[in-house]
Protein backbone atom coordinates (compact mmCIF):
# COMPACT_ATOMS: atom_id res chain seq x y z
CA UNK A 1 0.00 0.00 0.00
CA UNK A 2 1.47 3.09 -1.12
CA UNK A 3 1.79 6.02 1.92
CA UNK A 4 -1.12 8.96 1.41
CA UNK A 5 -1.93 11.91 3.03
CA UNK A 6 -3.91 15.04 1.92
CA UNK A 7 -2.19 18.10 1.29
CA UNK A 8 -2.77 21.37 2.79
CA UNK A 9 -4.44 23.34 0.78
CA UNK A 10 -3.63 27.24 0.75
CA UNK A 11 -6.81 29.81 1.12
CA UNK A 12 -6.48 32.58 -1.89
CA UNK A 13 -5.79 35.85 -0.68
CA UNK A 14 -8.39 38.47 0.21
CA UNK A 15 -8.40 42.18 -0.23
CA UNK A 16 -10.34 44.85 0.70
CA UNK A 17 -13.97 44.62 2.08
CA UNK A 18 -13.43 40.72 2.37
CA UNK A 19 -10.16 40.95 4.14
CA UNK A 20 -11.78 43.00 6.54
CA UNK A 21 -14.58 39.92 6.84
CA UNK A 22 -12.75 37.26 6.85
CA UNK A 23 -10.77 38.52 9.66
CA UNK A 24 -13.75 38.87 11.80
CA UNK A 25 -14.13 35.16 10.77
CA UNK A 26 -10.71 34.34 12.17
CA UNK A 27 -12.18 35.12 15.42
CA UNK A 28 -14.99 32.43 15.28
CA UNK A 29 -13.72 28.69 15.71
CA UNK A 30 -15.89 26.10 12.68
CA UNK A 31 -16.90 22.49 14.15
CA UNK A 32 -14.21 20.54 12.43
CA UNK A 33 -15.76 18.69 8.73
CA UNK A 34 -15.19 15.31 7.94
CA UNK A 35 -12.51 16.49 5.33
CA UNK A 36 -10.97 18.34 8.63
CA UNK A 37 -10.58 14.86 9.98
CA UNK A 38 -9.49 13.03 7.29
CA UNK A 39 -6.63 15.12 6.58
CA UNK A 40 -5.27 14.38 10.37
CA UNK A 41 -4.67 10.72 8.73
CA UNK A 42 -2.45 8.72 6.46
CA UNK A 43 -2.30 5.12 5.02
CA UNK A 44 0.81 3.16 4.45
CA UNK A 45 4.14 3.22 6.42
CA UNK A 46 3.14 6.22 8.61
CA UNK A 47 -0.09 5.12 9.33
CA UNK A 48 -2.49 6.35 11.93
CA UNK A 49 -3.32 9.56 13.17
CA UNK A 50 -0.87 13.02 12.94
CA UNK A 51 0.77 14.12 15.81
CA UNK A 52 -1.08 17.20 17.12
CA UNK A 53 0.61 20.63 15.00
CA UNK A 54 1.98 18.07 12.62
CA UNK A 55 2.16 20.56 9.13
CA UNK A 56 1.41 17.55 6.84
CA UNK A 57 3.00 19.56 3.89
CA UNK A 58 6.24 18.98 5.12
CA UNK A 59 5.93 15.19 5.98
CA UNK A 60 8.45 13.35 4.49
CA UNK A 61 8.88 12.82 1.10
CA UNK A 62 7.49 9.08 1.02
CA UNK A 63 4.18 9.92 1.18
CA UNK A 64 2.63 10.88 -1.96
CA UNK A 65 0.58 13.78 -2.14
CA UNK A 66 -3.12 12.94 -3.65
CA UNK A 67 -5.89 15.78 -3.98
CA UNK A 68 -8.98 14.38 -2.75
CA UNK A 69 -11.32 14.85 -5.32
CA UNK A 70 -13.52 12.93 -7.29
CA UNK A 71 -12.24 9.26 -8.02
CA UNK A 72 -9.34 9.29 -5.91
CA UNK A 73 -10.68 10.61 -3.00
CA UNK A 74 -13.50 7.76 -3.20
CA UNK A 75 -10.65 5.56 -2.94
CA UNK A 76 -8.56 6.85 0.05
CA UNK A 77 -12.18 6.33 1.97
CA UNK A 78 -12.29 2.54 2.03
CA UNK A 79 -7.86 2.20 2.61
CA UNK A 80 -7.70 4.41 5.35
CA UNK A 81 -11.17 2.84 6.80
CA UNK A 82 -9.69 -0.84 6.74
CA UNK A 83 -6.54 1.03 8.15
CA UNK A 84 -8.58 1.59 10.86
CA UNK A 85 -10.32 -1.76 11.07
CA UNK A 86 -7.29 -3.42 11.00
CA UNK A 87 -5.83 -1.43 14.10
CA UNK A 88 -8.98 -1.57 15.97
CA UNK A 89 -9.84 -4.52 18.61
CA UNK A 90 -12.54 -7.08 19.41
CA UNK A 91 -13.20 -8.10 22.89
CA UNK A 92 -15.60 -10.54 24.09
CA UNK A 93 -17.44 -9.59 27.31
CA UNK A 94 -19.98 -12.68 27.83
CA UNK A 95 -21.15 -15.23 26.17
CA UNK A 96 -23.46 -18.14 26.74
CA UNK A 97 -23.99 -21.83 25.16
CA UNK A 98 -26.84 -23.35 25.77
CA UNK A 99 -29.81 -26.48 24.77
CA UNK A 100 -26.56 -28.49 23.01
CA UNK A 101 -27.40 -31.35 21.06
CA UNK A 102 -25.14 -33.06 18.79
CA UNK A 103 -25.23 -30.66 16.27
CA UNK A 104 -26.13 -27.28 17.57
CA UNK A 105 -26.49 -24.87 20.52
CA UNK A 106 -28.25 -21.52 21.48
CA UNK A 107 -25.44 -18.87 21.31
CA UNK A 108 -25.42 -15.63 22.35
CA UNK A 109 -22.36 -13.27 22.10
CA UNK A 110 -21.69 -10.13 24.13
CA UNK A 111 -18.69 -7.77 22.86
CA UNK A 112 -17.01 -4.38 22.26
CA UNK A 113 -15.31 -3.17 19.29
CA UNK A 114 -12.76 -0.55 19.09
CA UNK A 115 -11.95 1.97 16.06
CA UNK A 116 -9.65 4.60 16.28
CA UNK A 117 -10.40 7.84 14.99
CA UNK A 118 -13.19 10.18 15.22
CA UNK A 119 -15.13 8.83 12.67
CA UNK A 120 -18.62 7.34 13.04
CA UNK A 121 -19.02 4.36 11.19
CA UNK A 122 -22.62 2.45 10.27
CA UNK A 123 -22.44 -1.39 9.53
CA UNK A 124 -25.14 -3.68 7.79
CA UNK A 125 -26.37 -6.61 9.78
CA UNK A 126 -23.27 -9.29 9.04
CA UNK A 127 -22.42 -12.48 9.35
CA UNK A 128 -19.04 -13.93 11.00
CA UNK A 129 -17.45 -16.64 10.38
CA UNK A 130 -16.00 -18.43 14.50
CA UNK A 131 -12.95 -20.45 13.85
CA UNK A 132 -10.05 -22.28 15.82
CA UNK A 133 -6.54 -20.10 14.95
CA UNK A 134 -4.78 -23.58 15.00
CA UNK A 135 -7.21 -25.24 12.31
CA UNK A 136 -7.66 -22.07 10.53
CA UNK A 137 -10.59 -20.10 8.78
CA UNK A 138 -10.59 -22.23 6.21
CA UNK A 139 -12.62 -24.65 8.46
CA UNK A 140 -15.07 -22.30 10.64
CA UNK A 141 -16.96 -24.42 13.69
CA UNK A 142 -19.65 -21.77 13.54
CA UNK A 143 -21.69 -18.83 11.60
CA UNK A 144 -22.99 -15.70 13.88
CA UNK A 145 -25.24 -13.02 12.97
CA UNK A 146 -24.57 -9.36 14.07
CA UNK A 147 -27.24 -6.90 14.21
CA UNK A 148 -26.70 -3.30 12.28
CA UNK A 149 -24.23 -1.30 14.47
CA UNK A 150 -23.50 2.27 14.67
CA UNK A 151 -19.77 2.28 15.46
CA UNK A 152 -17.86 5.11 17.20
CA UNK A 153 -14.41 4.63 18.93
CA UNK A 154 -15.67 2.20 22.00
CA UNK A 155 -18.80 0.54 20.61
CA UNK A 156 -20.85 -2.77 22.40
CA UNK A 157 -22.31 -5.28 19.91
CA UNK A 158 -23.85 -8.51 20.36
CA UNK A 159 -26.41 -10.76 19.29
CA UNK A 160 -28.66 -12.69 21.92
CA UNK A 161 -30.25 -16.53 21.59
CA UNK A 162 -29.02 -17.20 17.83
CA UNK A 163 -30.08 -20.61 17.45
CA UNK A 164 -26.46 -22.29 15.63
CA UNK A 165 -25.83 -25.30 13.67
CA UNK A 166 -22.25 -26.13 13.49
CA UNK A 167 -20.50 -25.73 10.22
CA UNK A 168 -17.45 -28.23 11.47
CA UNK A 169 -17.80 -30.97 14.08
CA UNK A 170 -14.28 -31.17 14.05
CA UNK A 171 -13.38 -27.54 14.47
CA UNK A 172 -16.02 -26.97 17.48
CA UNK A 173 -15.01 -30.18 19.42
CA UNK A 174 -11.39 -28.20 18.96
CA UNK A 175 -13.10 -25.46 20.96
CA UNK A 176 -14.69 -27.71 23.70
CA UNK A 177 -11.62 -29.22 24.25
CA UNK A 178 -9.96 -25.57 24.41
CA UNK A 179 -12.14 -24.35 26.54
CA UNK A 180 -11.99 -26.96 29.43
CA UNK A 181 -8.35 -27.52 29.09
CA UNK A 182 -6.51 -23.95 28.44
CA UNK A 183 -6.24 -21.30 30.54
CA UNK A 184 -6.34 -18.92 27.93
CA UNK A 185 -7.21 -19.27 24.33
CA UNK A 186 -8.31 -17.24 21.15
CA UNK A 187 -11.39 -17.28 18.90
CA UNK A 188 -11.06 -16.24 15.44
CA UNK A 189 -13.95 -14.40 13.80
CA UNK A 190 -13.87 -13.33 10.26
CA UNK A 191 -15.82 -11.59 7.78
CA UNK A 192 -17.26 -8.74 4.75
CA UNK A 193 -18.43 -6.24 6.64
CA UNK A 194 -20.50 -3.73 4.66
CA UNK A 195 -19.63 -0.33 6.02
CA UNK A 196 -20.86 3.49 5.18
CA UNK A 197 -19.00 6.71 6.35
CA UNK A 198 -21.02 9.88 6.67
CA UNK A 199 -23.18 10.21 3.02
CA UNK A 200 -20.38 8.70 0.81
CA UNK A 201 -21.16 4.92 -0.79
CA UNK A 202 -21.02 1.93 0.93
CA UNK A 203 -17.97 -0.19 0.78
CA UNK A 204 -17.02 -3.38 2.10
CA UNK A 205 -14.05 -4.12 3.94
CA UNK A 206 -12.37 -7.26 5.51
CA UNK A 207 -12.51 -8.17 9.27
CA UNK A 208 -10.29 -11.10 10.44
CA UNK A 209 -9.52 -10.42 13.97
CA UNK A 210 -7.99 -13.40 16.72
CA UNK A 211 -9.98 -12.49 20.16
CA UNK A 212 -8.83 -13.33 23.66
CA UNK A 213 -10.81 -15.97 25.65
CA UNK A 214 -10.13 -17.53 28.56
CA UNK A 215 -11.01 -21.13 29.08
CA UNK A 216 -11.85 -23.51 32.24
CA UNK A 217 -8.06 -24.39 33.29
CA UNK A 218 -9.02 -27.70 33.69
CA UNK A 219 -11.58 -26.24 37.05
CA UNK A 220 -8.39 -25.42 38.72
CA UNK A 221 -9.64 -25.22 42.32
CA UNK A 222 -12.28 -27.84 42.30
CA UNK A 223 -12.63 -29.03 45.70
CA UNK A 224 -15.07 -31.21 47.39
CA UNK A 225 -16.94 -29.31 50.11
CA UNK A 226 -18.60 -32.03 51.95
CA UNK A 227 -19.69 -35.53 51.48
CA UNK A 228 -21.64 -37.86 53.81
CA UNK A 229 -23.47 -41.96 53.47
CA UNK A 230 -27.14 -41.93 53.50
CA UNK A 231 -28.05 -44.60 55.80
CA UNK A 232 -29.83 -46.33 55.09
CA UNK A 233 -30.40 -45.61 51.20
CA UNK A 234 -32.82 -43.64 49.44
CA UNK A 235 -35.44 -45.54 47.21
CA UNK A 236 -33.62 -44.72 44.21
CA UNK A 237 -30.46 -46.24 45.70
CA UNK A 238 -28.69 -43.28 46.34
CA UNK A 239 -26.51 -43.54 49.29
CA UNK A 240 -23.89 -41.02 48.57
CA UNK A 241 -24.33 -37.65 48.44
CA UNK A 242 -21.40 -34.66 48.21
CA UNK A 243 -20.99 -31.12 47.63
CA UNK A 244 -18.70 -29.84 45.73
CA UNK A 245 -17.26 -26.23 43.78
CA UNK A 246 -16.29 -25.84 40.25
CA UNK A 247 -14.57 -22.54 39.19
CA UNK A 248 -15.27 -21.04 36.22
CA UNK A 249 -12.59 -18.14 35.40
CA UNK A 250 -13.86 -18.05 32.11
CA UNK A 251 -16.98 -15.23 31.17
CA UNK A 252 -18.54 -18.45 29.53
CA UNK A 253 -21.69 -19.52 30.42
CA UNK A 254 -22.29 -23.08 29.88
CA UNK A 255 -25.46 -25.69 29.88
CA UNK A 256 -24.09 -28.98 30.46
CA UNK A 257 -26.40 -30.91 31.35
CA UNK A 258 -27.33 -34.00 33.04
CA UNK A 259 -23.47 -35.56 34.45
CA UNK A 260 -22.83 -38.99 34.86
CA UNK A 261 -19.56 -39.68 36.87
CA UNK A 262 -17.43 -42.97 38.47
CA UNK A 263 -16.20 -42.01 42.06
CA UNK A 264 -12.88 -43.44 42.64
CA UNK A 265 -9.98 -43.72 45.69
CA UNK A 266 -6.73 -44.13 43.52
CA UNK A 267 -7.41 -46.55 41.01
CA UNK A 268 -10.58 -48.41 42.24
CA UNK A 269 -14.26 -46.95 41.53
CA UNK A 270 -15.93 -47.33 44.81
CA UNK A 271 -18.85 -45.48 43.25
CA UNK A 272 -21.23 -43.51 40.51
CA UNK A 273 -22.68 -40.46 40.96
CA UNK A 274 -24.64 -37.80 39.25
CA UNK A 275 -24.93 -33.71 38.79
CA UNK A 276 -28.11 -33.20 37.62
CA UNK A 277 -28.37 -29.98 34.97
CA UNK A 278 -24.86 -29.02 35.20
CA UNK A 279 -25.30 -25.10 34.32
CA UNK A 280 -21.86 -22.98 34.63
CA UNK A 281 -21.57 -19.37 35.03
CA UNK A 282 -18.40 -17.28 35.36
CA UNK A 283 -16.99 -17.47 39.02
CA UNK A 284 -17.40 -20.54 41.90
CA UNK A 285 -20.73 -23.18 41.01
CA UNK A 286 -21.68 -25.20 43.89
CA UNK A 287 -22.75 -28.12 42.65
CA UNK A 288 -24.68 -31.49 44.50
CA UNK A 289 -23.22 -35.05 43.45
CA UNK A 290 -25.91 -37.40 44.22
CA UNK A 291 -24.39 -41.27 44.15
CA UNK A 292 -24.21 -44.85 45.13
CA UNK A 293 -20.96 -46.19 46.83
CA UNK A 294 -20.79 -49.49 46.64
CA UNK A 295 -19.76 -50.85 50.04
CA UNK A 296 -19.46 -54.50 49.53
CA UNK A 297 -16.04 -53.28 46.29
CA UNK A 298 -14.68 -51.19 48.91
CA UNK A 299 -15.06 -54.51 51.62
CA UNK A 300 -13.37 -56.67 49.06
CA UNK A 301 -10.84 -54.07 48.60
CA UNK A 302 -10.09 -52.40 52.42
CA UNK A 303 -6.26 -53.81 52.51
CA UNK A 304 -5.53 -52.02 49.20
CA UNK A 305 -7.53 -48.57 49.85
CA UNK A 306 -6.23 -48.24 53.48
CA UNK A 307 -2.97 -48.43 52.16
CA UNK A 308 -3.22 -46.02 49.65
CA UNK A 309 -5.30 -43.17 51.64
CA UNK A 310 -3.16 -43.84 54.48
CA UNK A 311 -1.08 -40.70 53.99
CA UNK A 312 -4.47 -38.81 53.63
CA UNK A 313 -5.96 -40.25 56.53
CA UNK A 314 -3.04 -39.81 58.80
CA UNK A 315 -4.47 -35.66 57.87
CA UNK A 316 -7.85 -36.08 58.37
CA UNK A 317 -9.15 -36.48 54.64
CA UNK A 318 -9.83 -38.87 52.03
CA UNK A 319 -8.85 -38.35 48.71
CA UNK A 320 -11.21 -38.69 45.65
CA UNK A 321 -11.32 -38.73 41.81
CA UNK A 322 -14.81 -38.12 39.88
CA UNK A 323 -14.46 -38.70 36.50
CA UNK A 324 -17.22 -38.27 33.56
CA UNK A 325 -18.34 -41.57 32.24
CA UNK A 326 -21.33 -39.82 29.89
CA UNK A 327 -23.60 -36.57 29.63
CA UNK A 328 -26.86 -35.93 27.92
CA UNK A 329 -29.41 -33.30 27.46
CA UNK A 330 -33.10 -34.34 27.40
CA UNK A 331 -32.33 -37.61 27.08
CA UNK A 332 -29.72 -37.49 24.04
CA UNK A 333 -26.00 -38.05 24.62
CA UNK A 334 -23.88 -34.65 24.08
CA UNK A 335 -20.95 -36.34 21.85
CA UNK A 336 -18.47 -33.49 22.24
CA UNK A 337 -18.81 -32.69 26.13
CA UNK A 338 -19.00 -36.31 26.93
CA UNK A 339 -15.59 -36.89 24.82
CA UNK A 340 -13.55 -33.87 26.18
CA UNK A 341 -14.82 -33.56 29.97
CA UNK A 342 -14.02 -37.92 30.10
CA UNK A 343 -10.30 -37.26 29.78
CA UNK A 344 -10.23 -35.09 32.49
CA UNK A 345 -10.07 -36.54 35.93
CA UNK A 346 -11.06 -34.15 39.23
CA UNK A 347 -9.48 -35.36 42.30
CA UNK A 348 -9.56 -33.33 45.71
CA UNK A 349 -9.54 -34.08 49.57
CA UNK A 350 -12.51 -34.05 51.38
CA UNK A 351 -12.85 -34.06 55.64
CA UNK A 352 -12.77 -37.82 57.17
CA UNK A 353 -14.46 -36.34 60.35
CA UNK A 354 -16.91 -34.39 58.58
CA UNK A 355 -17.95 -37.43 56.23
CA UNK A 356 -18.51 -39.36 59.67
CA UNK A 357 -20.08 -36.42 61.35
CA UNK A 358 -22.29 -35.68 58.24
CA UNK A 359 -23.65 -39.70 57.96
CA UNK A 360 -24.16 -40.19 61.78
CA UNK A 361 -26.32 -36.73 61.58
CA UNK A 362 -28.62 -37.54 58.06
CA UNK A 363 -28.99 -41.12 60.19
CA UNK A 364 -30.10 -39.73 63.37
CA UNK A 365 -32.60 -37.58 61.44
CA UNK A 366 -33.99 -40.73 59.49
CA UNK A 367 -36.45 -42.96 60.20
CA UNK A 368 -33.71 -45.48 60.32
CA UNK A 369 -32.75 -43.97 63.51
CA UNK A 370 -34.60 -45.98 65.94
CA UNK A 371 -33.81 -46.87 69.70
CA UNK A 372 -32.14 -50.27 68.66
CA UNK A 373 -30.84 -49.22 66.32
CA UNK A 374 -28.83 -46.13 68.01
CA UNK A 375 -28.55 -48.27 70.86
CA UNK A 376 -26.82 -51.07 68.89
CA UNK A 377 -24.46 -48.06 67.61
CA UNK A 378 -23.33 -46.63 70.75
CA UNK A 379 -22.66 -50.15 72.06
CA UNK A 380 -20.49 -51.21 69.65
CA UNK A 381 -18.63 -47.72 69.78
CA UNK A 382 -17.90 -48.03 73.52
CA UNK A 383 -16.91 -51.57 73.28
CA UNK A 384 -14.64 -51.18 70.61
CA UNK A 385 -13.68 -47.27 71.08
CA UNK A 386 -10.49 -45.57 70.45
CA UNK A 387 -8.27 -43.40 72.74
CA UNK A 388 -6.63 -40.70 71.76
CA UNK A 389 -3.08 -42.55 73.29
CA UNK A 390 -3.71 -45.82 70.65
CA UNK A 391 -5.36 -43.40 68.14
CA UNK A 392 -1.63 -42.83 66.29
CA UNK A 393 -1.01 -46.43 66.93
CA UNK A 394 -4.09 -47.26 65.12
CA UNK A 395 -3.14 -44.90 61.89
CA UNK A 396 0.22 -46.10 61.98
CA UNK A 397 -1.02 -50.07 61.99
CA UNK A 398 -2.82 -50.50 58.88
CA UNK A 399 -4.17 -54.28 59.59
CA UNK A 400 -5.37 -52.79 62.21
CA UNK A 401 -6.80 -49.67 60.96
CA UNK A 402 -8.14 -52.14 58.17
CA UNK A 403 -9.60 -54.54 61.14
CA UNK A 404 -11.71 -51.66 62.90
CA UNK A 405 -13.05 -50.31 59.51
CA UNK A 406 -13.89 -53.42 58.35
CA UNK A 407 -16.01 -53.98 61.29
CA UNK A 408 -17.91 -51.20 60.68
CA UNK A 409 -18.23 -51.11 57.42
CA UNK A 410 -19.88 -54.48 57.38
CA UNK A 411 -21.99 -53.17 59.78
CA UNK A 412 -23.06 -50.17 57.41
CA UNK A 413 -23.56 -53.06 54.71
CA UNK A 414 -26.23 -54.43 57.01
CA UNK A 415 -28.30 -50.90 57.40
Known sequence: MSDVEKPVEEAPAVTGAGAAHGSAADQTTKAPTFLDKLSLFTIGKNRGQLPPGKDVATESGENAHLSLSG???LLIIPRIAQDL?????????SSSILQPTNNSV??????????????????????????????????????????????????SIGEDNQYTVFENYTSWNNFVHNTIFLNAGSLGMKGKVVTQ???????????????????????SGFKIDSASLVLPAESDGTNLIANATLPNQSVLTLEIGNTTLDIMAGNLTIG????K????KPGNNSVQIRGTANLTTILDNLGSLIAQQREYI???YLSLTTQVTDISYNGSTVPYYTEEMSKLALTAQTPLLGLLLNTLSGFLHSGAANTTNLTSILANYTSNRVTRDNSDDLL?????????ARHHLERLVKL
Open 277 to 280: NLYL
Open 85 to 93: LNSGSIVID
Open 272 to 275: KGVI
Open 71 to 73: RSF
Open 314 to 316: RNG
Open 396 to 404: NNATQLEVV
Open 197 to 219: LGKIKKFTLDLDKVVPSNGLNQF
Open 106 to 155: ILSIASHIYIPGPFTVHTDPQQLQLYIPQVGSEYPMALVNLPAAKIHKNT
